[in-house]
């Protein structure tokens, strides 16, 4: 059996990271967030009437007066919600996948799945059922259009049940980024971002807690790096102070905080 390519392998490593725990909420929501934009651009009426059916709000071709038309597709508008719900729920997923989900990202992805299944079920249940005016039902069908989008549903939906709001990852992500700001030479967005982060974190998880403890190492560090040995000092101690209350249970932890405050201070 041949070993895989260095491009195989490499695709294959990509694929399986986007079904780990961690990042499976995400792409179960691109793909649903995909896939309806694709069923929105798909026909939602096919038949042997199709190409007479008249679209939107527009004159009836017997009298001349405004009469309402088929709203299916794209052409008769409920496409275009679709596409709306579609594109919202691909932008919630994006952001789960990069670590910057929030409760009301998840709730994108339920809106868009209810939104946007309802207009399709809607639309299969009319499908063909009006009589034209001799009083003969027009040889009408749904198209792949509805169908596909309504197959979006669970998947949004359980993306959205998947994901789960983790602080600590949060924390960790938010911290990787004003590292990389403080890097670049954008001290001044760097202090700002990893300022909010250990806000964050001093609310949840609290501040009797490692994690809060890591941030506020990094922030010393940035202090340190800016100029301002003064803040770090200040700040130092004041993570001192709270290590006190979480020491007793993580001492591995306490030692390697003790070990980073030296080391940032120098």
Known sequence: MKAPTGGTARAAAVLSSLVTPRRLP????????????????????????SDTLSHGFGPDAATGAPALGSRAGL???????VVVTGAGALWAAVLLLIGRGRR??????????????????????????????????????????????????????????????????????????????MAAGRVGEALEAQQRTVRAARRSPGRAHPSTASATVELVRMYVWAGWPGRAAELARQASEDARAWAPDHPEDHRRFQADIAEALG
């Open 26 to 49: 995400a792409t179960l929501g691109a793909a649903g967030a995909l896939l309806m934009l694709l069923g929105a651009v798909l026909p939602w009426v096919v038949g042997g009437d």
């Open 75 to 81: 052409a008769g508008g409920d496409a275009l919600v």
């Open 104 to 181: 009301v990202h998840r709730a994108v992805l339920v809106a868009a799945a209810a939104l946007g299944g309802a207009w399709a079920a809607l639309d299969l249940a009319e499908t063909g059922t009006v009589r034209d005016r001799a009083g003969r039902l027009p040889d009408l069908t749904a198209g792949p259009g509805p169908y596909v989008v309504l197959a979006t549903v669970p998947l949004l939906l359980a993306a959205a049940v998947l994901a789960r709001h983790d602080v600590f990852e949060e924390q960790e992500v938010r911290t990787l980024r004003a590292v990389r700001l």
